[in-house]
């Protein structure tokens, strides 16, 4: 077997084994896809309804609260990165950053500060890399988030919403995750959980034809919005995180198979090649036993003579 020919059947080798890997990558994404979308349709619910309450409560009282309540001149706002922990899922985690970056560029030119907190290795990666400050981060859970997790992101937002400014508070939440939409199409938003946009939240409400209902607050307004603060943002948090995961699970399959389908076509490309080679070295051992019968013919046709 000639040089060339070694080469190319060592790379065919190698581009079967990377063949095997990512379809086996790309089967394991498939599956998780279908739980997950499970849990971000279960989880809707939930949120729907607890925000109808919250929006409800606002307008039935004159309560003025953090998760209603818009500031006079807000200066300072607080923004949750939703990215991955691990890569070979294409654009995924750059999306997100590039809208964070947006979504940063947009806020520092309305004149407020901008305080970071990011889920996800690859974003955080992508800040400590520029060096730039992150007021926490949490990794390890991104394809598979609990409602535990969901709490424990929620907590720093929580207490940074309820702090005066001057503090080291936020007068406004912002999430960029991605959201998901079908199979084929994942888009990164970003979205202002608080305060609470009490004008859209009736809009779609009126929309559907829905009617907000009435309560009765006891003991007080406030009181029932201090006890639905945490809930509103963790739902929120909770659901965002699920989409990011079923968001993640569908571009690491779409991405896997496309590096499938690459392995196959580079496979078959040069396996042509292999051939190609092996007939040109078939070609020259044929052409030099004739060379060789000839040169041996030519010599005995002289001693004859």
Not at 32 to 49: F, G, L, M, N
């Amino acid at each position: 077997m000639g040089a060339q020919l070694r080469v190319y059947k060592r790379r065919i080798q190698a581009v079967t084994a990377t063949k095997k890997i990512t379809k086996a990558m790309e089967m394991i994404a498939a599956s998780r896809i279908v739980k997950a979308q499970r849990r971000v349709a279960a989880s809707k619910p939930y949120a729907t309804e607890l925000t109808r309450a919250v929006t409800a409560v606002a307008t039935g009282s004159n309560a003025e609260h953090p998760l209603t309540t818009e500031p006079q001149a807000p200066t300072r706002a607080a923004v949750l990165l939703v990215t991955s922990d691990r890569g070979l899922a294409g654009g995924y985690s750059s999306n997100a950053i590039k809208a964070a970056e947006r979504l940063r560029e947009r806020l520092a030119g309305e004149g407020k500060e901008v305080d970071t907190f990011i889920v996800g290795r690859k974003g955080v990666a992508y800040y400590g890399f520029r060096e730039r400050k992150v007021e926490e981060f949490w990794t390890g859970f991104t394809d598979n988030p609990a409602y535990a997790d969901a709490k424990r992101v929620a907590a720093p937002l929580i207490e940074a919403i309820q702090k005066d400014t001057t503090e080291g508070g936020v007068d406004e939440l912002h999430i960029v995750f991605t959201e998901f939409v079908s199979m084929m199409t994942q888009n990164a938003v970003d979205d202002r959980m608080l305060p609470l946009s009490l004008d859209e939240v009736t809009e779609e409400s009126t929309r559907k034809g829905e009617i907000l209902p009435l309560f009765e607050f006891e003991p007080s307004a406030e009181d029932v919005l201090d006890a639905l603060l945490p809930r509103y943002v963790e739902s929120r948090i909770y659901n965002a995180l699920l989409q990011a995961a079923a968001s993640e699970h569908a571009a690491r399959r779409r991405a896997m198979k496309s590096a499938t389908d690459n392995a196959g076509d580079l496979i078959k490309s040069l396996s042509r090649l292999a051939n190609a080679a092996r007939q040109a070295e078939i070609t020259q051992e044929i052409s030099e036993i004739v060379g060789g019968a000839s040169a041996l013919a030519d010599a005995t046709a002289g001693s004859d003579k």
